[in-house]
């Protein structure tokens, strides 16, 4: 959700500044700073797609 938020900034200062705090604190968000989501111009529907493929992949994954 925090993700998403912040993608809705219109403010390039602003998103430049999250960036730049999600990258200098990796220790506090490794999934985010070593997902290339914060350095990619991702689109939502990217996102969305890339996150629902990567649910059902784990979905569909034997037990």
Partial sequence: M???A???LDDPTAIA????????????Y??????????AAWT???LFALGL?????QLLQPA
Wanted: glycine share 0%; hydrophobic share 35%; no cysteine.
């Fill in 53 to 57: 493929d990567q649910v059902l992949t």
């Fill in 17 to 28: 500044e999250v960036r730049a705090h999600i990258l200098d604190s990796a220790d506090l």
């Fill in 44 to 46: 939502d529907d990217d």
């Fill in 30 to 39: 490794p999934t985010l700073s070593t997902s290339s989501f914060v350095d």
């Fill in 2 to 4: 925090a993700d998403t």
């Fill in 6 to 8: 912040w993608r809705r």
